[in-house]
C-alpha cells in the first residue's frame, strides 16, 4: 500500500523538485521510503512513497525498474494471486530478484503488455513507463479500491493517488467544477468521472489509458481510456438459481480470497463491527490465518450506536485478540478539523470520522486490516433496494403524488419516507432513492434552493445494455456497485485508513466474488424479509445466527443529534447568511427553512444541513468565492 504520483510535462515545464515537493504531502501513505524516477529529458516524472508490507528489504522500494532496464513501474496496492503469477514467470524463463507483487507486474507487463492486466487480482492504481517506446500506462483496479486522479491540459499530464498532490502542483490553476455541486448535494459524493476541479478526473475503475509521451498536446487523451474488464460483460443470459451449489461456490470463493489476502510481512488484522459483512471476513480470517488474528471495534458512547457488545461475542466465539476502543463523543469531534484535509474535496459521509478513529487506533498494533465492505451491494443488504421494487410497480406513478401529499402533514418518520415518492420520471429514480435513503436533496428540492438550476443527472442513471434484462432491485444494486462504493465506501475506508498509514484490504470486493454475485438469482439475496440471504446462509457455518438478529449500524455517529449539541457550531459558521450569499450557491431563505424545520422537529433533514456544511466549509478553506 503506497501512494504514487507522476507527470508528463511537453515544454517541461513541471519541474523535478516541484513533484518532490507535492509528494510529501501524501507520506501519510507511505512513510517507510521514498523514491523518484525521471527521464533522461525531465519531461517524464514518477514519485512513490512506500509503505512496507510485503518483502520489507529495499530491494523492493520503488520507482522499480524491470530487468531489462526497459520498464520502470509507480504501483499503489496489492495483486493476491501474484504467487501463482510469479510461477508462470519463472515456467517462461523470468528471474525475479524480490519476493514482491511489484515486480510481478512489471514482469508480467514487459511479456505481455496491456493484456496481462486481464490476470491481476487485487487492488491497485499503478504507472509503467516504457523508456525505449517512450509510452507511459496508467491502470485501475476492477472496483475502484485504489485510488487515482489525472489532470491534463495540452501540453502536461499529472497523475496521483490523492488530489493534493495535484493541487499542491498547479493550486493556481485549477478552478471550481460547478457542475459537481448539485451531484454532491444530491448524493453527498462527487461520482467518477468529475471532481470538484474542472481540471481534474477520476481515473475510471478496470481501466487503463496508454500516453505517448513524444506527441505535441494531449487535449482528447480521456477518449483512449480501455477497460480490460467489465461487470456488463460479465453478466450471464440467465441468473444462478441452485441455493446448495451457490452457497457452496460462494464458500469456496470468500475462504479463497480470504486466504490470498492474509498474505503479509507485517502484523495483520480485521475490522469488526458485529456485522455480517466484517464477521463473516474476521471468522473465515480466525480459522485460515496460521496466528491468533486480532480485530478491531470502536464503541461511541451512544447507546444507539454503540455494537461493540455484539463484536466483543462475535470475537468470542471466533477467539480472536479482540480490541474495543471505547471512544467518548469529545474525541470523536476533535478529529473534525482532520475531516476536510484528508478527502480534498466536499464529502459528505460522516462515518469517516470513526473509521478514521478506528484505523488510528488499530495501526498501533498491525499494519494491515481486512474489512467487509462491499457485501451489501453485492448481496442486497439496503433498504434501497426494497424501495427499487416498489417504485418501479405500474401502479405508483398513480398514488406518488398524493403519498407524497399526505406525508408532508405527518411526522419527521414519514415525510423521510413519503420524499421516496417525490420523483418525477423513472430516468433519474436510482439515484433518487439513493439520494432519499441517505436524507440528501433530491432533484425537485435542489430546483428550489439552487441559485442556478441547471443541473442534469441522466448520465448517473444510464442504464447499460446488457445481456439479460435485470430487476429493479438489481439494477439498483448495479448502481451502488458503480457509484456508492468507489466514489464513497471505499474513499472513506482509504482515506481514513492511510491517513494513518493503515492498509485495508477488502476480500468481499475479489473480482471473482463481484462476477458470481452479479449473476447470483436475486431470490437467493432477499428471501421474504431477510437481506443477504446466501451470504448469512455461510456465515451461520461458522457463527449463532441468533447473534445477528438485530438491525444494523456498522461504524456510525449521532450526527442527527451532534448538529444540534456539540457540532451545532457548524451550522452557524457555515451557513449564516455571509457565507451563504458569499458562493451564491444556494439561496439563503431556502437554507435558513431547512434549518428551522430541523430544529423544529424534521430530524431527518440533518443530512442536507451536513451537505451544505460541507460544501461550504471546503469552500471557505479553498475558494474566496465560487467565482475564483
Same mark, same amino acid.
Given at each position: 500500500?503506497?501512494?504514487?504520483?507522476?507527470?508528463?510535462?511537453i515544454n517541461?515545464s513541471?519541474?523535478?523538485?516541484?513533484?518532490?515537493?507535492?509528494?510529501?504531502?501524501?507520506?501519510? #501513505?507511505?512513510?517507510?521510503?521514498?523514491?523518484?524516477?525521471?527521464?533522461?529529458?525531465?519531461?517524464?516524472?514518477?514519485?512513490?512513497?512506500?509503505?512496507?508490507?510485503?518483502?520489507?528489504?529495499?530491494?523492493a522500494?520503488?520507482?522499480?525498474? @524491470?530487468? +531489462?532496464?526497459?520498464?520502470?513501474?509507480?504501483?499503489?496496492?496489492?495483486?493476491?494471486?501474484?504467487?501463482?503469477?510469479?510461477?508462470?514467470l519463472?515456467?517462461?524463463?523470468?528471474?525475479?530478484?524480490?519476493?514482491?507483487d511489484?515486480?510481478?507486474?512489471?514482469?508480467?507487463?514487459?511479456?505481455?503488455?496491456?493484456?496481462?492486466?486481464?490476470?491481476?487480482?487485487?487492488?491497485?492504481?499503478?504507472?509503467?513507463?516504457?523508456?525505449?517506446?517512450?509510452?507511459?500506462?496508467?491502470?485501475?483496479?476492477?472496483?475502484g479500491?485504489?485510488?487515482?486522479?489525472?489532470?491534463?491540459?495540452?501540453?502536461?499530464?499529472?497523475?496521483?493517488?490523492?488530489?493534493?498532490?495535484?493541487?499542491?502542483?498547479?493550486?493556481?490553476?485549477?478552478?471550481?467544477?460547478?457542475?459537481?455541486?448539485p451531484?454532491?448535494?444530491?448524493?453527498?459524493?462527487?461520482?467518477?468521472?468529475?471532481?470538484?476541479?474542472?481540471?481534474?478526473?477520476?481515473?475510471?475503475a478496470?481501466h487503463?489509458?496508454?500516453?505517448?509521451?513524444?506527441?505535441?498536446n494531449?487535449?482528447?487523451i480521456?477518449?483512449?481510456?480501455?477497460?480490460?474488464?467489465?461487470?456488463?460483460?460479465?453478466?450471464?443470459?440467465?441468473?444462478?438459481?441452485?441455493?446448495?451449489?451457490? #452457497?457452496?461456490?460462494?464458500?469456496?470463493?470468500?475462504i479463497?480470497?480470504?486466504?490470498?489476502?492474509?498474505? @503479509?510481512d507485517?502484523?495483520?488484522?480485521?475490522?469488526? @463491527?458485529?456485522?455480517?459483512d466484517?464477521s463473516?471476513?474476521?471468522?473465515?480470517?480466525?480459522?485460515?490465518?496460521?496466528?491468533?488474528?486480532?480485530?478491531?471495534?470502536i464503541?461511541?458512547?451512544?447507546?444507539?450506536?454503540?455494537e461493540?457488545?455484539?463484536?466483543?461475542l462475535?470475537?468470542?466465539?471466533?477467539?480472536?485478540?479482540?480490541?474495543?476502543?471505547?471512544?467518548?463523543?469529545?474525541?470523536?469531534?476533535?478529529?473534525i478539523?482532520? !475531516?476536510?484535509?484528508?478527502?480534498?474535496?466536499?464529502?459528505?459521509?460522516? @462515518?469517516?470520522?470513526?473509521?478514521?478513529?478506528?484505523?488510528?487506533?488499530?495501526?498501533?498494533h498491525?499494519?494491515?486490516?481486512?474489512?467487509?465492505?462491499?457485501?451489501?451491494?453485492?448481496?442486497?443488504?439496503?433498504?434501497?433496494?426494497?424501495?427499487?421494487?416498489?417504485?418501479?410497480?405500474?401502479?405508483?406513478?398513480?398514488?406518488?403524488?398524493?403519498?407524497?401529499?399526505v406525508?408532508?402533514?405527518?411526522?419527521?418518520?414519514?415525510?423521510?419516507?413519503?420524499?421516496?415518492?417525490?420523483?418525477?420520471? $423513472?430516468?433519474?429514480?436510482?439515484?433518487?432513492?439513493?439520494?432519499q435513503?441517505?436524507?440528501?436533496?433530491?432533484?425537485?428540492?435542489?430546483?428550489?434552493?439552487?441559485?442556478?438550476? +441547471?443541473?442534469?443527472?441522466?448520465?448517473?442513471?444510464?442504464?447499460?445494455?446488457?445481456?439479460?434484462?435485470?430487476?429493479?432491485?438489481?439494477?439498483?444494486?448495479?448502481?451502488?456497485?458503480?457509484?456508492?462504493?468507489?466514489?464513497?465506501?471505499?474513499? /472513506?475506508?482509504?482515506?481514513a485508513?492511510?491517513?494513518?498509514?493503515?492498509?485495508?484490504?477488502v476480500?468481499?470486493?475479489?473480482?471473482?466474488?463481484?462476477? !458470481?454475485?452479479?449473476?447470483?438469482?436475486?431470490?437467493? $439475496?432477499?428471501?421474504?424479509?431477510?437481506?443477504?440471504?446466501l451470504? /448469512?446462509?455461510?456465515?451461520?457455518?461458522y457463527?449463532?445466527?441468533?447473534?445477528?438478529?438485530?438491525?444494523?449500524?456498522?461504524f456510525?455517529?449521532?450526527?442527527?443529534?451532534?448538529?444540534?449539541?456539540?457540532?451545532?457550531?457548524?451550522?452557524?459558521?457555515?451557513?449564516?447568511?455571509?457565507?451563504?450569499? $458569499?458562493y451564491s450557491?444556494?439561496?439563503?431563505?431556502?437554507?435558513?427553512?431547512?434549518?428551522?424545520?430541523?430544529?423544529?422537529?424534521?430530524?431527518?433533514?440533518?443530512?442536507?444541513?451536513?451537505?451544505?456544511?460541507?460544501?461550504?466549509?471546503?469552500?471557505?478553506?479553498?475558494? $474566496?468565492?465560487?467565482?475564483?
Open positions: 500500500m503506497c501512494g504514487i504520483a507522476g507527470y508528463i510535462a517541461k513541471i519541474k523535478t523538485e516541484q513533484l518532490c515537493k507535492a509528494t510529501g504531502t501524501i507520506k501519510h #501513505r507511505g512513510p517507510d521510503a521514498e523514491g523518484f524516477y525521471f527521464s533522461s529529458d525531465d519531461k517524464v516524472g514518477l514519485a512513490h512513497r512506500r509503505l512496507s508490507i510485503l518483502d520489507l528489504s529495499e530491494s522500494n520503488q520507482p522499480m525498474i @524491470s530487468a +531489462d532496464d526497459r520498464y520502470v513501474i509507480v504501483f499503489n496496492g496489492e495483486v493476491y494471486n501474484f504467487k501463482e503469477l510469479k510461477k508462470e519463472k515456467d517462461k524463463g523470468a528471474s525475479l530478484k524480490t519476493t514482491s511489484t515486480e510481478v507486474i512489471l514482469q508480467l507487463f514487459a511479456q505481455e503488455g496491456v493484456d496481462s492486466f486481464r490476470k491481476l487480482n487485487g487492488m491497485f492504481a499503478f504507472a509503467i513507463y516504457d523508456k525505449e517506446s517512450k509510452m507511459l500506462t496508467l491502470c485501475r483496479d476492477h472496483a479500491i485504489k485510488p487515482l486522479f489525472i489532470y491534463y491540459n495540452q501540453s502536461e499530464i499529472i497523475f496521483s493517488s490523492e488530489l493534493k498532490v495535484i493541487s499542491s502542483i498547479k493550486e493556481k490553476e485549477l478552478t471550481l467544477n460547478k457542475k459537481s455541486i451531484l454532491f448535494l444530491h448524493l453527498g459524493f462527487i461520482p467518477h468521472p468529475f471532481t470538484i476541479y474542472k481540471e481534474v478526473s477520476k481515473f475510471p478496470a487503463y489509458l496508454q500516453i505517448d509521451c513524444t506527441q505535441n494531449f487535449n482528447d480521456t477518449k483512449n481510456f480501455s477497460p480490460f474488464w467489465s461487470l456488463e460483460d460479465k453478466l450471464a443470459p440467465q441468473t444462478f438459481k441452485h441455493e446448495g451449489e451457490a #452457497r457452496q461456490i460462494l464458500s469456496d470463493l470468500l479463497d480470497s480470504v486466504e490470498k489476502q492474509l498474505v @503479509s507485517v502484523p495483520i488484522g480485521t475490522f469488526l @463491527s458485529g456485522g455480517v466484517s463473516l471476513v474476521t471468522a473465515i480470517a480466525a480459522k485460515r490465518h496460521s496466528k491468533k488474528i486480532s480485530s478491531f471495534s464503541a461511541i458512547d451512544d447507546g444507539k450506536y454503540n461493540s457488545k455484539y463484536a466483543s462475535v470475537a468470542k466465539n471466533l477467539g480472536t485478540d479482540h480490541h474495543v476502543f471505547n471512544v467518548k463523543e469529545k474525541e470523536v469531534m476533535e478529529l478539523n482532520d !475531516f476536510l484535509p484528508a478527502y480534498d474535496e466536499p464529502f459528505a459521509d460522516s @462515518s469517516a470520522l470513526p473509521t478514521m478513529m478506528v484505523s488510528k487506533m488499530a495501526r498501533k498491525v499494519t494491515v486490516a481486512l474489512s467487509g465492505d462491499g457485501g451489501d451491494e453485492l448481496f442486497m443488504g439496503y433498504g434501497a433496494y426494497n424501495w427499487a421494487k416498489t417504485l418501479n410497480k405500474k401502479w405508483i406513478p398513480f398514488v406518488k403524488e398524493p403519498l407524497h401529499a406525508s408532508e402533514f405527518m411526522s419527521g418518520k414519514y415525510k423521510r419516507a413519503g420524499n421516496l415518492f417525490a420523483f418525477d420520471g $423513472k430516468e433519474n429514480l436510482k439515484s433518487h432513492i439513493f439520494s435513503e441517505q436524507y440528501f436533496f433530491s432533484e425537485n428540492e435542489l430546483s428550489d434552493v439552487l441559485v442556478h438550476s +441547471d443541473f442534469d443527472f441522466k448520465n448517473q442513471n444510464y442504464s447499460h445494455s446488457l445481456k439479460r434484462q435485470m430487476y429493479p432491485q438489481e439494477e439498483q444494486a448495479l448502481w451502488d456497485f458503480k457509484y456508492y462504493l468507489p466514489d464513497d465506501l471505499l474513499v /472513506k475506508v482509504d482515506r485508513s492511510m491517513r494513518h498509514s493503515l492498509e485495508i484490504r476480500p468481499l470486493l475479489d473480482y471473482r466474488i463481484i462476477e !458470481f454475485a452479479f449473476n447470483l438469482d436475486s431470490d437467493l $439475496k432477499i428471501k421474504g424479509s431477510q437481506m443477504k440471504y451470504l /448469512k446462509e455461510v456465515l451461520y457455518e457463527l449463532p445466527k441468533e447473534i445477528f438478529e438485530r438491525p444494523k449500524w456498522g456510525s455517529i449521532p450526527l442527527k443529534k451532534w448538529l444540534k449539541t456539540d457540532l451545532n457550531f457548524l451550522i452557524e459558521k457555515f451557513t449564516c447568511k455571509s457565507v451563504i450569499e $458569499k450557491v444556494l439561496r439563503f431563505d431556502k437554507v435558513e427553512k431547512i434549518k428551522m424545520k430541523y430544529f423544529g422537529g424534521d430530524d431527518y433533514l440533518f443530512n442536507r444541513l451536513w451537505v451544505i456544511i460541507v460544501l461550504h466549509w471546503w469552500l471557505e478553506e479553498n475558494f $474566496k468565492s465560487a467565482n475564483d
